[in-house]
């Protein structure tokens, strides 16, 4: 079935489509103790007409770009009888330039910084072999034989979003969201290549997490449903028996994952997706291509079920993801998880006429919330506090219910992920649910949200508890921070009042246009407008 998964992905290759974005002003980047990071970008009027060894400038394209840079280089009047050796650092916003490279201590490999030394022979046209996400581009002339002259700088700028299909809100919508959906499209935009990439400056993958949220946004944006059905196809194509479907997968130079990095999360939302997919296509003939790996990923988070019925952790890899808040315990959300995918599978079988098996899939879902209630929610408290982790019982690496955790006296951990996934998974609702979501955000002690992902999580569970106005002013104080800030697309990482807070260890790494920040337009086009 690999082969056919791949032949499928292929035939959905999406056309691309190509802009070119002139540079449009000379900025210098400054400290500033108003900007989240530290950092601006102030006008420094036009770019140098000639230049010489030592100089240095920051050119600023007015916009977040995902494409190829081409410059000229010319002679000032004498021949050029050496080569020009240039260094160029581009920067999605202006504290990537702020901060010195060799300063990075983070824990991914220093070669995601985007610079690059360049040696040019020739004088002329000149377009750069590599792909960049940047708004700024500095140019350091570390080496010049005599005066020369570089401009015309521009970007061609890729995507396979039609953003002539982009309706704009309707007038009169409030200002605030008119400028949190614009930032949100344009982030979706730059992260839509030849699959919904999770941050064009780093990775370029296709995860199976921001998948989900992409493509959701994507049917409410630019409607490429092409793409969705191409990275659905990707994934399938690396199934396996025993083992979920990897996190990630690489494209290029050829269709490739990694093993060991099976989320269990992330698979059920692969199934959710495959879901969303058909409510907003109705395209059963897909869905009856995929549904094989749905089944085994649902048999398979059936099937490692533990004793009490509660979702286990693979050993060995990722414990699940849920956020990247530090020191989270999984357990609980990963349960939600599954039975969020559970839930979303059903209609599946029922469109397919697997009446069977959709009953099966019924039974395990109420099964499921039950097992959740009776080991994993705290009476006393109102909500779910973790204490279902490894390493935590008498017997070391056992598994410990409530009520047995309580009896030695062990507080657990409170979390505003496990909260919301349990009320996604259907095992709280209503008023008690409102109020557990509400309680562990005022909760001082509580893990909170770290990415925009985990918020979106969380204000899809305000929503289905009908906390419209929750929900909205969310949206408002989480991505309209970003905008606040000058965000052109919205980050990877943010905690308001928290610059240095980083999954990697140093926030020179991260992504400031990523994939799974782009949801405030699915839920501001879907809800609120």
Avoid at 207 to 233: E, I, K, P
Avoid at 289 to 296: G, I, M, Q, S, T
């Amino acid at each position: 079935m690999k082969d056919f998964y791949l032949k499928r992905a292929e035939e959905n290759l999406p056309p691309m489509y190509y802009e070119t974005v002139a540079s449009e002003r000379n900025v210098r980047i400054v400290s500033d103790e108003a900007s989240f990071l530290g950092f601006s970008a102030l006008p420094d009027g036009k770019i140098p007409a000639v230049v010489k060894t030592g100089d240095r400038f920051v050119v600023d394209f007015g916009r977040h770009c995902v494409g190829r840079v081409s410059f000229t280089m010319w002679d000032n009047g004498r021949y050029i009888d050496a080569p020009v050796r240039l260094r160029m650092r581009f920067a999605e916003v202006p504290y990537e330039l702020g901060r010195d490279h060799a300063s990075y201590h983070g824990g991914l490999c220093s070669s995601w910084l985007m610079e690059d030394i360049f040696n040019f022979d020739r004088i002329g046209r000149i377009e750069l072999p590599r792909r960049y996400s940047f708004r700024y581009l500095e140019v350091t002339v570390l080496a010049t034989p005599r005066p020369t002259r570089l401009y015309d700088f521009s970007v061609v700028c890729e995507t396979s979003a039609d953003v002539s299909k982009l309706v704009p809100l309707p007038e009169g919508t409030d200002p605030e969201l008119v400028a949190i959906d614009r930032v949100a499209a344009d982030t979706l935009r730059d992260c839509m290549q030849s699959a919904y990439e999770d941050g064009p400056k780093r990775d370029r993958r296709l995860w199976s997490g921001d998948l989900r949220l992409q493509a959701l946004t994507d049917h409410v944006l630019f409607g490429n449903d092409m793409l969705a059905r191409r990275c659905l196809y990707l994934f399938a194509a690396a199934v396996r028996e025993g083992k979920y479907l990897p996190g990630c997968i690489y494209q290029y130079p050829a269709f490739s994952f990694d093993n060991g990095m099976e989320i269990p999360d992330y698979s059920m939302l692969w199934c959710t997706a495959v879901n969303d997919y058909f409510e907003k296509t109705g395209d059963l003939e897909t869905v009856r291509e995929l549904f094989p790996v749905v089944k085994n990923e649902i048999g398979l988070a059936i099937d490692t079920l533990d004793e009490n019925g509660i979702a286990t952790l693979p050993e060995g890899g990722w414990p699940g993801f849920i956020d990247w808040a530090p020191g989270l315990e999984h357990v609980t959300a990963v349960h939600g998880a599954y039975l969020y995918g559970l839930e979303h599978v059903i209609p599946l079988a029922r469109a397919l006429g697997e009446d069977a098996l959709a009953e099966k899939w019924e039974k395990a879902l109420k099964d499921g919330r039950a097992a959740a209630m009776e080991q994993l929610f705290d009476a006393e408290s109102g909500a779910f506090i973790n204490t279902y982790e490894k390493g935590t019982a008498a017997v070391e690496g056992a598994f410990v219910p409530q009520a047995a955790k309580r009896a030695t006296g062990s507080k657990g951990q409170f979390s505003v992920q496990s909260q919301v996934w349990m009320v996604l998974g259907g095992v709280l609702g209503g008023e008690a649910g409102a109020c557990a979501i509400k309680k562990a955000l005022a909760d001082p002690d509580s893990v909170k949200p770290v990415t925009p992902y985990m918020h979106h999580y969380l204000v899809e569970a305000m929503l289905k508890l009908d906390m419209r106005k929750e929900a909205l002013s969310h949206i408002k104080s989480y991505w309209g921070a970003m905008v606040r800030y000058g965000a052109d697309t919205f980050w990877e990482v943010f905690v308001d009042g928290e610059p240095e807070k980083s999954a990697y260890n140093d926030p020179l790494m991260h992504s400031f246009c990523h994939a799974w920040s782009c949801s405030p337009s699915y839920f501001i086009r879907k809800y609120f407008v």
